[in-house]
């Protein structure tokens, strides 16, 4: 049984080579460090050959925009699905670079180059007027933290969401002060959310006693132990409310 031929960079020339002749250029590999170097008129194309998208393909093509604004990567066309989350977030990388994409699929005895995508500068304002939902997430997300409790770069511990926060809050104030109407907790500066995170009680922290009061359960009382720090800013932040209004 013949064994299969390992691919390697050199098998990605002649298909871009074919693609670009095609097209009307002169293409020549290995000039001056690039590894390819196409030529149409005035136009100078180059493409940078790797057989995965790496930093260090990503490197090398940013190199060669001081030569030209015509530049590519060319990768064999990955095993995985194109319309992933992970090779879509690849991709936002590159146009992010101002960089093209080629890919070259094999097949047998054939291979082909495809362009995904052409180099073209970005439009940041567009792409922030685009995202100005997520931002504003963002934003509220970070305003309704007191503080930072969370370590950055952390993938395998509970993360501290304002959300989570205020759920905190709430059974702080009910453990303290016992069994409380959402308009009470609002009145002490639980926020907006209160009647609706009670009503889910997404954690078990709360029982409803009887129509618009509640109390913090058993569960609650255990696990909201394990955040003495915020127990601490809560109860203090409510006895200056308190004082102030004396």
């Known amino acids: ?75 064999p066309r990955p095993k995985g699905r194109l319309n992933s989350r992970q090779w879509a977030d690849k991709c936002h990388l590159v146009k992010r670079l101002e960089l ?4 070259v699929s094999f097949s047998g005895n054939t291979a082909r180059a495809e362009i995904l995508f052409h180099p073209t ?25 007191s503080s930072d409790f969370n370590v950055g770069g952390s993938s395998r ?9 205020n759920c905190i809050q709430i059974a702080c104030y009910l453990e303290q002060f016992g069994s409380l109407s959402p308009k009470s907790l609002v009145e002490m500066g639980t926020g907006k959310k209160t009647s609706s995170i009670l009503t889910k009680n997404y954690y078990g922290w709360f029982e409803r006693i009887k129509r618009g009061t509640y109390i913090i ?4 009382k255990a696990e909201v132990k394990e955040y003495p720090n915020l127990i601490d800013y809560y109860v203090k932040q409510l006895n200056e409310k308190v004082e102030n209004n004396d």
């Open 157 to 165: 511990t509970k993360i501290m969401t304002a959300y989570k926060e």
């Open 217 to 220: 359960s058993d569960k609650g």
């Open 1 to 75: 049984m013949t064994e299969k031929k390992k691919l390697q960079e050199v098998d990605l020339y002649k298909p871009i080579q074919k693609y670009f002749v095609r097209e009307g250029f002169k293409v020549y590999g290995e000039v001056k460090d690039c590894d390819i170097a196409a030529v149409k008129d005035d136009d100078l194309v180059i493409i940078e050959l790797k057989l995965t998208l790496s930093v260090d393909l990503l490197i090398q093509a940013a190199k060669r925009q001081k030569l030209s604004d015509q530049v590519y990567i060319a990768i």
């Open 121 to 145: 500068a970005m439009n940041r304002r567009q792409i922030k007027a685009q995202n100005k939902r997520k931002r504003i997430t963002l934003m509220k997300e970070i305003e309704g933290r």
């Open 100 to 103: 093209g994409l080629i890919v």
